[in-house]
């Protein structure tokens, strides 16, 4: 078996940086942190802004948004969303 696979959404400005709404992103280790995932899509797509982006965002993992990325590991299989802030009146 390969390495596992995750399917990263963006929305908003993410979408706008990488130019994509969807992603298939093979994760480095087969128990990848999500607090480390911030860093590697940056990797991914660099000098876009995404990294600004990211620090503002907050997550989502298989449509349930995560309070703590310290407590969520990916093990391939999962749908995680990049949730940017959204201003309005």
């Known amino acids: 078996m390969g390495q596992p696979e995750i399917t ?3 929305f ?3 979408s706008t940086a990488t130019g994509l709404t969807e992603q298939s992103v093979t994760l480095p280790a087969s128990q990848y ?3 480390s995932l911030s860093g590697f899509l ?3 797509h660099p000098d876009t802004g995404l ?3 990211l620090q503002s965002s ?3 993992v298989n449509a349930e948004m995560v309070d703590n990325v310290e407590e969520v590991t990916l093990k391939g ?3 995680v969303a990049v949730i940017c802030p959204v201003s309005g009146g």
């Open 77 to 79: 299989g999962e749908e």
């Open 8 to 10: 990263v959404l963006y």
């Open 51 to 53: 990294d600004k982006i």
């Open 12 to 14: 908003a400005a993410a």
């Open 33 to 35: 942190p999500l607090s």
């Open 42 to 44: 940056v990797s991914l």
């Open 58 to 60: 907050q997550w989502s």
